[in-house]
C-alpha cells in the first residue's frame, strides 16, 4: 500500500507563493505518475498538474499555467508544486496522486489516479 502525505498548505494573501510537498511511504510506481488535483468546496475535484509520457514533459490546467510549477525529487519520493502569483480562486484542498500504469481515463481525470494523499488545505485572500 501506498502511502502518500501532503504538506505546504496555509494562509497566503493574493500574489503571494506557496509550495506544496508529497512525499511517498514507498515507491513501486515512477514518480512521473504523480500529479496534483485540488477541490474546492462544493465544486468537483479538478486537474493541476503532472507529468506526461515518461516524465519528460508536463501537463497544466489552463487556469495555473505560468503560475504553478510541478516537480519532483525521485531520490527522496518526493512530488512538490510550486505556487506562485496566488490568486482566491486557487483557494482549495490541494491532492497529490498517482495515476494508474494504465491511463485508462486520460491525465486529467481523477477516476485515472488510484492513490490519494490525505489533502493540504490552501487559503488565498484578496
Known amino acids: 500500500q501506498v502511502q502518500l502525505v501532503a504538506s505546504g498548505g496555509g494562509l497566503v494573501q493574493a500574489g503571494g507563493s506557496l509550495t506544496l510537498s508529497c512525499a511517498a511511504s514507498?515507491?513501486?510506481?515512477?514518480?512521473?505518475?504523480m500529479g496534483w488535483f485540488r477541490q474546492a468546496p462544493g465544486d468537483e475535484r479538478e486537474f493541476v498538474a503532472t507529468?506526461?509520457?515518461?516524465?519528460?514533459?508536463?501537463l497544466y490546467a489552463d487556469s495555473v499555467k505560468g503560475r504553478f510549477t510541478i516537480s519532483r525529487d525521485n531520490a527522496k519520493n518526493t512530488l512538490y508544486l510550486q505556487m506562485n502569483s496566488l490568486k482566491p480562486e486557487d483557494t482549495a484542498v490541494y491532492y497529490c496522486?498517482?495515476?494508474?500504469?494504465?491511463?485508462?481515463?486520460?491525465?486529467?481525470?481523477?477516476?485515472?489516479?488510484?492513490?490519494w494523499g490525505q489533502g493540504t488545505q490552501v487559503t488565498v485572500s484578496s
Open positions: 496522486a498517482v495515476r494508474d500504469a494504465s491511463n485508462t481515463y486520460g491525465y486529467t481525470i481523477p477516476q485515472s489516479y488510484n492513490y
Open positions: 514507498r515507491r513501486t510506481f515512477s514518480m512521473w505518475r
Open positions: 507529468f506526461t509520457g515518461c516524465g519528460d514533459k508536463v
